[in-house]
């Protein structure tokens, strides 16, 4: 009952008949910023070396009993254990299209020479043509699996 949440909501009631709410919104913007000031955000750490994540909170208060602990988090994967990362699509799509660039990019010091049987080598366009899929290939991976930017205020 004697929160600072609950005087300032206490002290802005006369405020609300008016029927904006901005001044009380914003009001309640600033607590939370002040709150987050002196408080913070419950620390964590990760040990890669013990796969240890320390939750550094006051256990009895921050987190109490039935409370949840949610973590997003990545796991490197061993690739002899798990041999099958290297049958992944876009992995492969993507290093032969950067073997093919880096190939290209070899060629074309040797652009316009002429082989036997007549076959003259073109790196340049190996080179434009991997460039392109690369192009291509970091499109969709921004379309499919990157994340939206966030909305920044300031």
Not at 11 to 34: D, F, K, V
Not at 40 to 61: A, I, M, Q, Y
Not at 106 to 134: C, H, W, Y
Request: charged share 25%.
């Amino acid at each position: 009952m004697f929160s600072v949440k609950y005087q300032f909501a206490l002290n802005e009631m006369y405020r609300m008949p008016g029927g904006a709410l901005t001044g009380y919104a914003m009001g309640q913007q600033h607590l939370s910023m002040i709150n987050e000031m002196f408080t913070g955000k419950p620390l964590l750490r990760f040990n890669r070396h013990t796969d240890r994540l320390h939750l550094d909170v006051e256990w009895g208060t921050d987190v109490l009993i039935d409370d949840w602990v949610v973590v997003e988090c990545d796991q490197i994967i061993d690739p002899e254990t798990y041999s099958d990362v290297y049958s992944d699509l876009f992995l492969k799509r993507y290093t032969t299209a950067l073997i093919k660039k880096q190939w290209g990019q070899n060629m074309i010091k040797f652009d316009g020479l002429q082989l036997p049987g007549g076959v003259t080598l073109n790196g340049r366009a190996l080179f434009d043509d991997a460039s392109a899929e690369l192009e291509k290939i970091e499109e969709e991976v921004q379309l499919k699996y990157e994340l939206p930017i966030d909305f920044a205020v300031g």
